[in-house]
C-alpha cells in the first residue's frame, strides 16, 4: 500500500520507512529540504522511498504531498522536539507541531477523507499530576513546557478531529525513546556518549523519576495501531513500564559501559540548556494497560537489554556516521 511518513528523516521516522519498506509498502517520505546530512538516516533505504519536499505549515504544500502519495495510512512524526529549546523560543513549535498538525488533518479531511492517521504526540503532554503513580490516557493534561503544550493542542485537535469531522485518527503519546546514533542531545545518548569516552557526567535532576523505551518498541507500536481498526478514534501510551530515577539510569550505563570516570549529581552540563527546575515534573510513567489490552503491544527489550544494545550499537556505528 501507499504509505506516507511525516518525519521520515528523523530518530523514528526513519526506523519505521525501514520496517515498511522491508514489508513491501510504497513509502513516501514528506520533508522539508534538507542537507545530505539530515538525510543520513535514510541512506541503506534511499533507492526505495520516495521524497516530497514541502513543509508542514503550509497548507497547500501538505494537500499537493497527499496527492503525490494518494496514502492509505499516514504516519505523522513530524515535529520539533528539543524540549529546552521551547522555553526560550516557542513560536516555531506552535507552527510545525500545532499548526501542521491541523494542516495535515484538513488536507487529509479535503484529499482522501478515508486515509489512516497515526498521529505522534508524546508522554510530555500529562505534565504535572497529583499523585506519583503511572498515569492513565484519561488523565488530564497539564503540559509542563511550551513544546508540550503545542503536542497537546495537536493531540486534542486529532481527538476533536475524530469525533466532528470522522477522521480516522489515532494518537498514541510515546514515552522517552533511546537508540540513536551519533546524537548527545538525548539524556540516555548523552551519558553513553560521554561515558564511552571516560568524560565527566552530570545528572541534572538525579531524582526525578522517567521510563525508557528502546527505539524499535517504539516502532512497532505505530505498526500496530496501523493494522487494526480497533485503534481508529482512540489515544494509547506507549511504554515498557521500566521506571527508574535518572541518577539510577546513569549507574546502569555506568555498570554497562565500565565508566570509571566523574558523575556529577545535581547540575547540567556547562553551556547546557536548562529546563527550568521548578518546572519540570518529578514524576513522569505511564500506564501502559490500554495498549496491551486492545492491540496486544509489549516491550521487546527490557531495560538492561535496551541499554545494552544501545551502547553496543552506539560503538560500532558511530564512527561510521
Known amino acids: 500500500m501507499n504509505v506516507l511518513v511525516t518525519g521520515i528523516t528523523g530518530f ?3 526506523r519505521l520507512a525501514e520496517k515498511l519498506v522491508d514489508r513491501g509498502d510504497n513509502v513516501f517520505g514528506f520533508v522539508r529540504h534538507s542537507s545530505e546530512r539530515q538525510l543520513k538516516r535514510l541512506e541503506s533505504i534511499a533507492s526505495r522511498v520516495h521524497l ?15 496527492e503525490a502519495s494518494d496514502p492509505s495510512i499516514i504516519f505523522h512524526l513530524g515535529a520539533l522536539t528539543p524540549v529546552r529549546l521551547s522555553f526560550d523560543d516557542p513560536y516555531p ?4 507541531n500545532f499548526d501542521g498538525t491541523v494542516n495535515l488533518v484538513h488536507a487529509i479531511l479535503r484529499q482522501s477523507p478515508n486515509t489512516r492517521l497515526v498521529a505522534a504526540s508524546t508522554a510530555e503532554v500529562y505534565g504535572w499530576q497529583p499523585s506519583d503513580k503511572p498515569i492513565a490516557e484519561d488523565a488530564l493534561l497539564n503540559p509542563a513546557s511550551p513544546y508540550a503544550v503545542t503536542k497537546s493542542a495537536a493531540d486534542q485537535y486529532v481527538q476533536m478531529a475524530n469525533r466532528i469531522y470522522h477522521l480516522r485518527g489515532t494518537t498514541l503519546r510515546p514515552i522517552n525513546s533511546y537508540g540513536r546514533i551519533s546524537e548527545s542531545g538525548f539524556y540516555t545518548e548523552y551519558l553513553i556518549s560521554k561515558m564511552l569516552k571516560g568524560e565527566t557526567c552530570y545528572v541534572g535532576a538525579p531524582d526525578s523519576i522517567r521510563d525508557y523505551m528502546y527505539a524499535d518498541d517504539h516502532v512497532d507500536a505505530y505498526l500496530d ?8 478514534g482512540q489515544v ?3 511504554s515498557p513500564g521500566n521506571p527508574v530515577t535518572n541518577i539510577e539510569l546513569a549507574k546502569k550505563l555506568s555498570a554497562i559501559t565500565g565508566f570509571k570516570g566523574k ?3 545535581g547540575s547540567y552540563p556547562p553551556g547546557y540548556p536548562q529546563r527550568p527546575q521548578s518546572q519540570d515534573p518529578p514524576f513522569l510513567v505511564l500506564d501502559n494497560s490500554k495498549i496491551r489490552r486492545e492491540m496486544g503491544w509489549k516491550p521487546k527489550f527490557s531495560l538492561d537489554d535496551g541499554l545494552k ?3 553496543e550499537t552506539w560503538t560500532k556505528k558511530s564512527g561510521s556516521l
Not at 93 to 96: F, Q, R
Not at 225 to 232: D, G, I
Open 93 to 96: 513549535y506552535i507552527g510545525i
Open 12 to 14: 523514528i521516522g526513519s
Open 225 to 232: 495501531a496501523a493494522r487494526t481498526e480497533k485503534s481508529v
Open 309 to 311: 544494545k544501545a551502547v
Open 52 to 66: 516530497i519536499e514541502g513543509d508542514l505549515v503550509r497548507f497547500h504544500s501538505v494537500l499537493s504531498a497527499l
Open 236 to 238: 494509547y501510551n506507549v
Open 263 to 265: 558523575i556529577v549529581v
